[in-house]
């Protein structure tokens, strides 16, 4: 009967929430069990249990109930909730867990199983929990231990375990290791010890461990432990070994031991042992209290830096990590209004909630100090999932606190540097996120990405602004061109114009290294100018070669709120007489929204030139598709991160496609960017995207090896597959 109540078990595990339903003869197997039952959903909220938790709780109603409001009388239940929705995130079981209730003063004792669900896919849907009631087994233990207490109490200050095995007949050390190991093992007797080794061995006397053989004592503790010692010439030096006792005592001993060799045999063992045990585990409650924070229990900064520091140490190729560090906003009202307590209150409710919004995802959440906490994400797939990410943790931040019956509400600023793309140490990630942090405190825009014009104590910084305005006039910049092509032709049909710096002693200067400089100070409108002009002036060439082209250029949020980029714009296509439908302008998502109805005004007049307007890396921002609809936009671009993984990422390839959908149901046109391989070129193209660009086409090229680029056609409808340059 019990193995087939243990089967059952096992089936209800393997089982979704509607198993559990169908399964009538299961569900009376269930009920016919001593243990309570309980079986919770992915959010750790009851769904079925059996009878005998309806009468362990009054009959009341379970379901819908968390853990911590089916069991209130709980010792800690809002840590056992916690330890659930673990077990549900890393789908791992936690065995034979032993809990504490105290209702009317009355003290119970349960083991807990709690065990992740999968239903027929292998997927977690929820955890069952199997909980016994332990409490005579509980108090049996308590007075074992109190007996074996008085016990140590009145030894407590004899010597060290002292002991000598004879073996018999000796043991030939010329034979192998592993032939050596095993006739000590089964030849070997006690023959001498003192009390102490009585006591460790939870013997009442040591004439009742005379005679046993090693085997049974484990004084050396198992065949890896024998062989140490012979391959050590029959020595020990302080080596520790975890042994259990005859009362089922599990303990650490710390031994030192040496062989008696005579004319080429093994005839005895001395040694001496020491209970190390509670050494150890201060050890580790030291080791504990040193990496976590004592109030929030979290763990603290040292443990952090180890966490980043070996994550950056061990990362693979192409892994990306993210470090968010967390300040929270008007913290210090509830410290000066409602004191000190309540705002521990706080602090130690924010850990339990961070981790539920990290449930599905790899990382560590650490109390830094005060009111700042660090969130280390070890693997993602791109930064705009640490983006959503924080607007979840920022959302849970932000929901109401209950302090004894005062109902008050904080916020948050979290600050983001990603590893290797900003900073490859710790200090430099730490650094990056509070600059991050404090940008965007200061902003009031709750979530911020690290950028280097949030950085005013950068030497590159002060560099590059003051070499800025040389480059421009030094012509130390240029422009290279990327090739777009239509997926229906599959002719070319345009390029994006990218801004190059070759310094003459710094070397090659990347765009996101100069461009966010120049946005925050007046460069940013001779450099735009710049571009333009030489964007315009190639645009002309190329139509005037016969090649029916368009040419792409990038706006900064600067220029879109600066009129004077439409009177310049104008000024440039009359100079060059090209027709504006020849010249694209790209903007960003952000861009648009940081001022609505001013970026609206701008577009417009910039629509009213001929010239089409795109929405460059989408999907990375947080802009309205109903707001979009309005503006004279004509195409949307899909950022690279969707797009290169998106054969391997089923959410990326999600996002595309209905992206895609979206765009054209608002009559808009889209180009998919990073397309490197020929996969990804057909898979969008059965999709229905209308354009891409990317290295499987061409790389960004100087003027010159784009003409040449194009004069040999090689994308001009007749062969997609030939290979880019």
């Given at each position: ?263 080429g045999y093994l005839k005895r063992c001395w040694g ?157 990630l730490l650094r990056y996120a509070d600059i991050a ?266 003027e010159g090896n784009a003409n040449g680029w194009l ?15």
């Amino acid at each position: 009967m019990e193995l087939r109540k243990a089967h059952s078990l096992q089936t209800a595990v393997s089982l979704g929430a509607h198993g559990i339903d169908d399964n009538n003869e299961l569900r009376n197997l269930l009920d016919a069990m001593r243990s309570i039952i309980i079986y919770l959903d992915r959010w750790g909220v009851i769904q079925h249990c059996n009878i005998q938790a309806q009468y362990w709780c009054g009959q009341q109603k379970v379901q819908g109930l968390s853990f911590k409001e089916f069991a209130q009388y709980w010792d800690d239940a809002s840590e056992r909730q916690r330890e659930i929705m673990q077990v549900i995130r890393t789908k791992r079981p936690i065995w034979q867990s032993l809990e504490r209730s105290l209702f009317n003063g009355k003290e119970s004792w349960y083991s807990v199983d709690k065990i992740p669900v999968r239903n027929s896919d292998g997927m977690v849907t929820g955890a069952l929990l199997v909980i016994s009631d332990v409490t005579a087994q509980v108090k049996q233990q308590r007075a074992l231990q109190e007996s074996e207490s008085r016990y140590r109490a009145f030894i407590a200050n004899s010597s060290d375990a002292i002991w000598c095995y004879d073996i018999f007949p000796p043991v030939d050390i010329r034979l192998p290791f592993d032939e050596q190991v095993s006739q000590i093992l089964w030849r070997a007797e006690l023959s001498e010890c003192n009390e102490k080794l009585a006591y460790l061995f939870g013997a009442q006397k040591r004439q009742d461990l005379i005679g046993t053989p090693l085997h049974i004592n484990d004084s050396i503790a198992n065949k890896r432990d024998i062989r140490h010692f012979v391959e050590n010439n029959y020595r020990l030096e302080e080596c520790e070994f975890a042994i259990t006792n005859k009362n089922g005592q599990a303990m650490l001993l710390q031994t030192s031991a040496v062989g008696d060799v005579e004319n080429g045999y093994l005839k005895r063992c001395w040694g001496m042992s020491r209970d190390v045990t509670e050494y150890k585990q201060y050890l580790d409650k030291m080791e504990h209290m040193a990496n976590h924070d004592g109030l929030t229990s979290l763990p603290n900064r040292t443990y952090l830096y180890q966490c980043i520091e070996a994550g950056l140490r061990d990362r693979r190729h192409r892994q990306k990590m993210a470090l968010l560090l967390i300040d929270l906003d008007r913290f210090k009202e509830i410290n000066d209004t409602l004191g000190h307590l309540a705002g521990d209150r706080v602090l130690k409710q924010l850990g339990p909630r961070l981790e539920l919004e990290l449930a599905d995802t790899s990382g560590v959440i650490a109390r830094l100090g005060g009111d700042e906490f660090a969130i280390f994400l070890p693997n993602i797939r791109n930064t705009q999932q640490v983006v959503v990410l924080a607007h979840r943790f920022l959302d849970a931040i932000c929901q109401e606190f209950d302090l004894d019956g005062v109902r008050t509400e904080i916020s948050a600023s979290i600050g983001i540097a990603v590893a290797p793309d900003q900073a490859n140490d710790v200090t430099t990630l730490l650094r990056y996120a509070d600059i991050a942090m404090y940008h965007a405190k200061n902003g009031l825009k709750g979530v911020a990405i690290y950028d280097a014009s949030y950085d005013a104590h950068s030497p590159m910084r002060l560099e590059i602004m003051g070499a800025l305005g040389r480059a421009i006039r030094e012509h130390q910049l240029s422009l290279h061109f990327q090739p777009k092509v239509d997926l229906n032709s599959h002719r070319v049909y345009g390029f994006e114009s990218l801004l190059r710096w070759e310094h003459p002693e710094l070397g090659f200067i990347p765009p996101n290294d100069f461009i966010p400089i120049a946005e925050m100070s007046s460069a940013i409108y001779s450099l735009t100018n710049w571009v333009l002009e030489e964007t315009v002036k190639q645009a002309a060439a190329w139509i005037g070669q016969g090649y029916n082209i368009s040419v792409a250029m990038n706006l900064s949020a600067r220029n879109l709120l600066d009129d004077r980029i439409v009177v310049d714009l104008s000024r440039v296509l009359k100079k060059y007489k090209l027709d504006g439908r020849h010249l694209e302008m790209e903007i960003t998502e952000s861009m648009i929204m940081s001022d609505p109805q001013r970026a609206q005004v701008i577009l417009e007049k910039i629509n009213a030139l001929g010239v089409v307007l795109s929405v460059d890396d989408f999907g990375t921002g947080y802009s309205s598709l109903g707001y979009l609809k309005r503006l004279p936009v004509k195409t949307l671009k899909i950022d690279s991160s969707f797009v290169q993984n998106m054969l391997d990422d089923e959410q990326d390839e999600i996002i595309v496609n209905s992206t895609i959908q979206l765009a054209h149901n608002l009559g808009l046109k889209v180009v998919a960017e990073g397309v490197e391989t020929q996969e990804i070129y057909d898979r969008l193209a059965q999709m229905g995207c209308d354009a891409v660009q990317g290295y499987f086409i061409a790389k960004p090229m100087a003027e010159g090896n784009a003409n040449g680029w194009l004069q040999r056609g090689e994308w001009n409808g007749t062969d997609r597959s030939v290979k880019p340059l």
